[in-house]
């Protein structure tokens, strides 16, 4: 199973305005020593919403460079236009990415019977491995139980990143999916009972900060130290409440820079923090020993 373990939502550092090569190059060297398991580029965390198609293939182009093989690449190729998704799986394929991450059709809200059809036609179109995400509080709709289990039939589909944040939801899916299915967790908050259930890993906000206890806790896990893996989940949760302070990436990427990681840039929509939650984040950030007090 390529998928599995702790997998970060990588973020895109930029500098004036363009992708920060440079830095993302040092972001990546630090989570691989960090014993993070996959590479996640392009997801919500990468703002992927405001990158250009150009920028895009770029940054699975440099990832896919910079790793060279040492761990996995996940890259997010999901769009709410098949046609296009099917061109961001294609290039991801090209550019030797080992499998893509493809949110659910957002804003147009299809069906079920048209979400299994989005992913059946990416399917047929990449011979590539496949990962669907079902985040409904972004998309405004949630793929059910049912219709993953459906897609799970496809043999290129091997997993879903599930971030409904619901326990309930992720054992269905578990139970209805053969054990080889990849059920990913995609909230940091349910990380560790998701594994309790069944889940083969997470595609992590909070393990770009603390690459090394969100990698940790997977692998007490895989190595039965349950009690250690809890205690890295109750070590790790002001970080994830704190992650969300406001719209992700704002409250990741914010940290980051305050850590020296990487410059304070984001893209518009998205704005600073405010100086309230700023304050928060600082507070937490001291707290857990990443910022001097």
């Not at 020593?33 to 182009?61: F, K, N, Y």
């Not at 070590?235 to 719209?247: C, G």
Request: charged fraction near 20%; proline fraction near 6%; glycine fraction near 8%.
């Amino acid at each position: 199973m390529k998928f599995q373990g702790s997998m970060v939502a990588i973020v895109t550092p930029f500098k004036d305005g363009k992708l920060d090569e440079n830095t993302f190059r040092g972001l990546i060297e630090w989570h691989i020593a960090s014993g993070t398991d996959v590479i996640v580029p392009c997801g919500t965390t990468g703002e992927s919403a405001t990158l250009s198609h150009a920028e895009h293939d770029r940054v699975i182009e440099l990832t896919v460079e910079i790793v060279n093989g040492r761990v996995p690449v996940l890259a997010g190729t999901g769009s709410n236009n098949t046609v296009e998704a099917i061109r961001l799986t294609k290039h991801a394929k090209e550019a030797g990415a080992d499998g893509a991450l493809l949110i659910t059709p957002y804003y147009n809200k299809p069906t079920q019977q048209g979400l299994y059809e989005h992913f059946k036609a990416i399917a047929e179109a990449v011979d590539f491995p496949l990962v669907p995400y079902n985040v409904p509080g972004r998309t405004g709709l949630n793929m059910l139980p049912e219709t993953v289990a459906r897609l799970s039939e496809i043999k290129t589909i091997v997993g879903i990143k599930e971030a409904t944040g619901s326990v309930r939801q992720a054992s269905e899916i578990i139970a209805l999916c053969d054990e080889s299915f990849a059920v990913l967790s995609g909230d940091d908050f349910i990380n560790f009972p998701m594994l309790a259930v069944g889940g083969k890993g997470f595609i992590s906000v909070t393990a770009n900060v603390v690459p090394q206890d969100v990698a940790g806790l997977y692998d007490a896990w895989a190595a039965g130290d349950i009690a250690k893996a809890r205690a890295l989940h109750y070590k790790t949760l002001p970080l994830h409440t704190a992650m969300f302070y406001e719209t992700n990436p704002i409250p990741v990427k914010t940290a980051l820079y305050k850590m020296g990681k990487i410059g304070p840039e984001l893209r518009l929509p998205l704005c600073p923090m405010s100086q309230t939650n700023d304050d928060k984040l600082d507070n937490v950030l001291k707290n857990y020993g990443l910022l001097e007090s």
